[in-house]
């Protein structure tokens, strides 16, 4: 038996999401399915991310075990014949047993992408949020500002989350702008149900002055969900990637606690 690593893109538009769920089709799903159909084993993925209905990824990990004889490296290439075209293996290869991608020490990399312009683009609508109305960046940078470093983020999550630490640190937070498209890429070590929507819906709001930045401050220290601004709508939001503290190389060091 072994265990396999696998990089993961997806166009979420048409996914209820990575985790299964009765409600619709899922990431997960589709995966488990090309999986066990490639090696004729009942496989189940375990995702590093579980990312909500309409998030995209460029780079999510997950992995699972298996006792097939594909190379691991060739198994990226044989399962994609198998998976929709929305879906994508970008990578594999072999880790140590116990390698666990949510129990790792790591890095996520997450985009929100908004579209400010008059008038809203059919080609952009599955990847951006559009906003009509002018954004001052320069305000909404100065409200960046405030959530770099190590924070308690309960005002900036979901009001549903049952996670009892919510405390995370961003290493970085960057706003830029290209023509008509506002990026905000943002790193940390991990992040809460909602949180990167939720901190692009409130920079939103200080760009277009419905807060002042130094609010931003103010809702950090209230810790209350109903201070901060809107959950922005998830097809914005990318999980660009997560890196983790020690390559996995399988039988070396895994770096995690199984």
Request: charged share 25%; net charge neutral; glycine share 10%.
């Amino acid at each position: 038996m072994k265990r396999i690593k696998l990089t993961v893109a997806y166009d979420g538009t048409d996914y209820c999401g990575w985790q299964i769920q009765k409600n619709g089709v899922t990431v997960e799903e589709v995966l488990n399915r090309a999986l066990s159909r490639l090696t004729g084993e009942r496989v189940t993925v375990t995702g590093a991310s579980r990312t909500d209905a309409g998030v995209h990824a460029r780079g999510n990990v997950a992995v699972f075990d298996t006792d097939t004889r594909i190379p691991a490296e060739r198994i990226a290439y044989a399962v994609n014949a198998l998976l929709p075209e929305d879906v994508v293996v970008v990578s594999s290869g072999e880790v140590p047993a116990g390698w666990h991608p949510r129990k790792c020490v790591s890095v996520k990399t997450y985009e929100y992408q908004i579209l400010n312009t008059e008038f809203p683009d059919p080609v952009r609508r599955r990847d951006t949020y559009f906003v009509s109305f002018p954004l001052d960046l320069e305000r909404m940078r100065q409200a960046a500002g405030y959530l770099k470093g190590e924070h308690d983020f309960k005002s900036f999550c979901s009001a549903h989350t049952t996670v009892q630490d919510t405390v995370r640190t961003i290493y970085e937070l960057d706003i830029k702008k290209e023509g008509d498209f506002i990026t905000i890429r943002v790193r940390g070590n991990g992040f809460l149900y909602n949180m990167v929507r939720i901190i692009a819906g409130t920079l939103a709001g200080v760009g277009r002055g419905y807060f002042e930045p130094r609010d931003v401050e103010r809702m950090l220290e209230e810790k209350d969900r109903t201070k901060a601004g809107v959950t922005a709508p998830p097809q914005g939001l990318t999980l660009v990637g997560i890196e983790y503290k020690k390559p996995e190389l399988a039988g070396g060091e895994s770096g995690c606690s199984a």
